[in-house]
């Protein structure tokens, strides 16, 4: 990450706008100075702000508290604009005071606002989120710039008092660290990937044995010999179930047979009675068939009548369709007399209109000839009404000048009262800043008096309570210790035990490789497994480092606490008179009076210039009214003099003309329905005329096809007397269909052929049964059944041993197959875990840990290239050999003192000593991961004081470090009032403090 540009405005010490332009820096190596409070912490408090929304410090408050008081209704702003692998981004947030709904602001409230961008191809800023949230930038730019805020202010920020953090780290966070910025996970990953494919290939392994012995259980055993012998003996049942199943089907086909005979001797019995019956219900029927013929004589006879019948039906249907269409006519003549009647009526009504309307053709022509007369009538009202209106217009003009002119006065008259208002309250304000300023200083040292005390008595009781934690832990952790020194005797003696107990007489020990063994160990005491010593020594650590928490957390509360009390001793004693919001309210009053002298007296010249203007203005409009109402006079006596030539009940010319337009239609109209009547009248006579000669011949058509129906009537009575019929109704009851005449025909032939067939069987089957009985069915089927069902039974125990047979041969067979892979397998899975084992660093150090270890060590070099300019190169960086509970492998920091020869810890340096050491380190650790392809950018460092506890020639070296960093492309800024740096460091950015705000002063930019 590369800073670009940052602005910030309202914030921390900061009224106005303030901007650093990062990219116009001249050297790598910049300087920011000023005085203590002036504001040199709060540039870096602006960029950890518009990244992750704390200051760099982290104890500074939020980005609401770091709002100048000063800065009243302004919002509170920073942005920052920063490259990373060579594109642009822009993070930002600001604080507006919140608006009331009534007016004004709540300075108490504010609104917060976020950007986030990125600079496009174009050159243009384009939004990462539509609607930012204060989480989306912190996740945003710890993704963007691989470090969260711990990490970044780690790394690249070092804060006031705390540039040491990542040279005394814990192993923890050291860790988190570097993995980070190397990108390191992946190794873990790794690691986790091949014991994640361990885990599988022990499933696989558990998976395969589990089937094996699922399979067996199912069948009911425990080892694959039993299943083979219960597989053999299912054969032998199986073969045994076969024969007695043979047996019995030979048995049942025999009983079929019997059956099947039996059933033929049962069905000529039933036939032999089913004949008798036919012969009996034949000599029955003897009735029935004489009548059915004697139906057929008289269907006969009907059949011959039928052309008679035909025809006096075709008569009867004429006569009726005729006197159908003599009706149809007669109404059709019926209503053509009515249609001309109607017409006849309309044309009288017509008639009577006739007079009327010669009287508005009269009329029509009298309109037409005053047509000109209406024209000019319009045309002078037109004028009339726009010389009305440009006199209203005039005269509302002429009353809007003089209102504004009123107006204007009543402004001039406020502006002037104004304007001594404001020339009174510059005299005041001095006095009033001086008192403010004093009531203020007066009321934070008293507040922060109160705050001390209430500070220092919760952190009395925290120490009471810190107190008795560490003698709890002490006394845990002694009591830790004793259980596993206890546990570790006993854990050896029963190693020992054991060991004792393989021995055999004659062979060598496998410790001492004696031969004899004349005092082999026994344990008394209780068996110890190594998980067991394991665990008490996790017991152990874990209460050593609670110990350690413990006196850590007391030890840094007490400090506090004496730091606390000292600065209540000294702090100033001055009490406030009570009054600060009066006079801050009187002071600002009065700033914005004064500050509106210059502008009311310019206001006050211009509103009288205006004045000037407006009596000149309305001078001019009242000369305008007077030769408007002498225009508007004159077409007003035209209008009446027009006016009174109208004709009554048309105003104008458009009436006029709508009148004329109306007259015209109604006479056309008129016109065409005298010709339309004339036309119906001449139709309807014509239509009446055709129906009535219509009607006279239907009437003769009806009364022909009347005589010739009764005369065919005549001659169907006499057919139906000689064919012996007494009317028309017998006929009907005595005719039969075709179909139903061949029906009853066939029927009487078939009765007499099957009575003649059935006793010819009835004589055979009485010969062939003579001395014969009915067998029994019943008993027959019933032994029949009951071996069908003993053949089912056996049928279903073959079915049922052969598929457990072959269920059995499957099961076997699935066993035999897992049981030659399953030794590679449980070898395959042995190796990958051991593996897994040795790159997770169960067995020593992990993959993650050696790399890291690698690339601490490449920093440490470069660290150590640095550090040959400090103190004559008297000390050299390593990481530490040593390993225990509280320590990672390869990631705790030693130095080498080349005065001494030994190691020691970085803990033992001193103040200074450890800002030089761990300004080396730092830009190593820059060096390196700029060096790394695809790790985090270090390209940018800051240093927040430090430079203090130097002396002269300490600073002469950690110049000569920072050497290395010009012509680089990493930037490194260090904030310092110490003198020397200001003349060794060319580029610098003074922080100038004042009564209104601080402001930045830049020095060494290119030109």
Not at 181 to 191: C, G, R, Y
Not at 423 to 439: D, F, G, Y
Not at 786 to 795: F, H, N, S, V
Request: net charge neutral; aromatic share 4%.
């Amino acid at each position: 990450m590369l800073p670009i540009r940052l602005e910030l405005e309202a914030f921390g010490p900061y009224i106005d706008t303030q901007i650093i332009e990062f990219s116009c820096l001249a050297e790598s190596v910049f300087l920011i100075r000023g005085e203590t409070g002036a504001g040199k912490t709060a540039l870096l408090d602006a960029i950890t702000f518009s990244l992750y929304g704390r200051s760099s410090g982290g104890d500074r408050g939020s980005f609401a508290a770091m709002r100048n008081l000063s800065a009243g209704e302004h919002p509170t702003r920073v942005l920052f604009d920063f490259s990373i692998r060579g594109r642009l981004y822009r993070f930002g947030r600001k604080l507006s005071p919140h608006r009331k709904r009534g007016g004004g602001f709540d300075l108490d409230k504010f609104d917060p606002e976020y950007t986030a961008a990125s600079m496009d191809e174009n050159g243009g800023w384009k939004p990462l989120f539509e609607n930012p949230r204060q989480s989306d930038l912190d996740n945003k730019a710890a993704e963007l710039i691989g470090l969260d805020w711990d990490q970044f202010c780690q790394v690249m920020i070092l804060p006031q008092g705390k540039f040491e953090r990542l040279l005394t780290a814990s192993s923890k966070e050291k860790e988190a660290v570097l993995v980070t910025l190397f990108h390191a996970k992946s190794w873990q990953d790794i690691a986790e990937r091949i014991a994640k494919r361990a885990d599988i290939l022990r499933h696989e392994v558990e998976r395969q044995q589990a089937a094996i012995d699922l399979l067996l259980s199912t069948e009911g055993c425990k080892k694959t010999e039993e299943l083979e012998k219960a597989l053999e003996e299912a054969s032998i049942e199986l073969d045994k179930i076969t024969c007695q199943r043979q047996e019995t089907e030979k048995a049942l086909e025999e009983k079929r047979n019997r059956l099947e005979e039996a059933k033929t001797a049962m069905e000529q019995f039933m036939e032999l009675e089913r004949r008798q019956k036919e012969c009996t219900a034949f000599e029955k029927g003897r009735k029935e068939r004489e009548a059915l013929k004697e139906r057929l004589t008289k269907a006969h006879s009907a059949q011959a009548l039928a052309p008679f019948l035909n025809q006096t039906d075709l008569l009867r249907r004429e006569a009726l369709r005729r006197e159908r269409e003599e009706k149809h006519a007669q109404n059709a003549f019926d209503q053509a007399s009515k249609m001309l009647q109607a017409v006849l009526e309309e044309a009288q009504k017509l008639e009577a209109e006739k007079l009327d309307w010669e009287q508005r053709r009269s009329y029509l022509a009298r309109l037409e000839a005053v047509r000109e007369d209406y024209r000019s009538l319009d045309g002078s009202r037109k004028r009339c009404g726009e010389a009305a209106l440009t006199w209203k217009k005039a005269c509302q003009s002429l009353a809007l000048q003089e209102a504004e002119m009123q107006s204007n006065e009543k402004e001039l008259t406020h502006l002037e009262k104004q304007r001594e208002a404001s020339r009174e309250a510059k005299i005041i304000l001095p006095s009033l800043e001086s008192a403010l300023e004093r009531e203020k200083r007066a009321q934070a040292a008293k507040q922060r008096r109160e705050t001390l005390i209430q500070q220092i008595a919760q952190e009395e009781q925290k120490q009471k309570r810190l107190s008795a934690a560490l003698d709890r832990a002490i006394e845990n952790a002694q009591k830790s210790q004793s259980h596993f020194e206890a546990l570790q005797k006993q854990f050896l003696a029963s190693r020992a035990a054991d060991l004792a107990s393989s021995l055999t007489a004659g062979e060598p020990c496998p410790v001492c490789g004696s031969i004899h063994h004349p005092a082999p160990c026994v344990s008394q005491e209780p068996f110890i497994t190594k998980a067991d010593l394991e665990k008490a020594q996790i017991q152990t650590q874990q209460a050593q480092k609670e110990q350690l928490a413990a006196s850590t957390a007391l030890m840094e509360l007490e400090t506090r606490l004496a730091a606390r009390r000292e600065e209540l001793e000294t702090a100033d004693p001055a009490e406030p008179e009570g009054n600060y919001l009066e006079l801050e309210k009187k002071m600002m009053q009065a700033q914005r009076e004064s500050s509106q002298f210059s502008k009311l007296e310019q206001s006050v010249i211009k509103v009288k210039s205006v004045q000037e203007a407006f009596g000149q203005k309305l001078e001019k409009l009242e000369q305008n009214q007077q030769a408007l109402l002498v225009q508007k006079e004159r077409e007003e006596a035209l209008l009446q003099s027009l006016e009174s030539r109208q004709i009554p009940g048309i105003p104008d010319s458009p009436a006029l003309e709508r009148e004329i337009s109306r007259l015209q239609k109604g006479i056309a109209v008129y016109e065409k329905a005298a010709r339309d009547i004339q036309e119906k009248v001449t139709k309807a006579r014509s239509a009446k005329e055709e129906e009535n000669v219509h009607l006279k011949h239907c009437t003769q058509e009806t009364r022909n096809a009347l005589e010739q129906k009764k005369a065919g009537e005549f001659k169907f009575a006499q057919a139906l007397a000689a064919y012996g019929f007494s009317d028309e109704k017998d006929l009907q009851q005595a005719e039969m269909t075709e179909d139903m005449i061949k029906k009853a025909e066939a029927a009487l032939t078939e009765a007499a052929a099957s009575h003649q067939a059935a006793l010819i069987r009835k004589k055979e089957l009485e010969a062939l049964l003579a001395g014969k009985i009915p067998p029994d069915l019943e008993a027959l089927r019933k032994q029949a059944d009951q071996l069908a069902q003993e053949q089912q039974k056996l049928d279903s125990a073959i079915g049922a041993v052969g598929q457990h047979r072959k269920k059995m041969e499957k099961a076997l067979k699935d066993i035999r197959k897992r049981q030659e892979s399953l030794p590679e397998q449980q070898r395959l899975c042995n190796r990958v875990r051991e593996f897994a084992r040795l790159l997770r660093g169960e067995k020593g150090v992990s993959l993650q840990r050696y790399v890291l270890g690698v690339m601490l060590s490449a920093v440490t070099a470069k660290a150590n290239v640095l550090l040959r300019h400090v103190h004559g190169g008297r000390y050299a960086l390593y990481r530490s050999e040593k390993t225990g509970a509280n320590r990672k492998a390869g990631l705790e920091l030693e130095v080498i003192d080349g005065y001494s020869g030994l190691r020691r810890g970085v803990e033992s340096l001193s103040g200074g000593e450890k800002f030089l050491v761990s300004l080396s380190l730092a830009l190593g650790l820059s060096y390196v991961v700029q060096a790394q392809s695809g790790g985090c950018r270090m390209e940018a460092m800051f240093i927040d004081e430090g430079f203090g506890s130097l002396d002269p020639q300490s600073i002469a070296d950690a110049l000569e470090i920072l050497a290395s960093v010009r012509g680089s492309r990493r930037m490194v800024g260090i904030i310092s009032h110490v003198e020397a740096l200001a003349g060794s460091i060319g580029t610098s950015i003074e922080v100038v403090k004042g009564r209104e705000g601080s402001h930045l002063k830049f020095s060494g930019l290119p030109a």
